[in-house]
Nanobody
């Protein structure tokens, strides 16, 4: 099963920064992508997305602090997280809708296994 691979999580103090990365296998072209997170005992929520027409949206809780970007050459997606708060603690997941260059078909909802971000002093 195809999976995306996230990295960059870890323990950071409040006010600190982290940069998450997500690698999309080279056989795919990214059509749309996003970052989600799931805190303990809570539902998974969308944090940021880049749509098929490159529109960017953020959850209100992260606006002005998080920045999503993608590198179409390296097939990577990033989430720069600044001014982190304890409530940002969660497992962060990368998501992508892609086109499979081998089959020519679109594939939706590829996910990674997640990377844990802990914000604590």
């Amino acid at each position: 099963q195809v999976q995306l691979v996230e990295s960059g999580g870890g323990l950071v103090q409040p006010g600190g920064s982290l940069r998450l990365s997500c690698v999309v296998p080279g056989r795919f072209v990214i059509r749309a992508t996003g970052w989600y997170r799931q805190a303990p005992g809570k539902k998974r929520e969308q944090v940021a997305e880049i749509s098929t027409d490159d529109r960017i949206r953020y959850a209100d809780s992260v606006k002005g602090r998080f920045t999503i970007s993608k590198d179409n050459v390296r097939n990577k997606v990033y989430l720069q997280m600044n001014s982190l708060k304890p409530e940002d603690t969660a497992v962060y997941y990368c998501n992508a809708d892609v086109r499979d260059l081998h089959t020519g078909r679109d594939v939706d909802e590829l996910w990674g296994q997640g990377t844990l971000v802990t914000v604590s002093s």
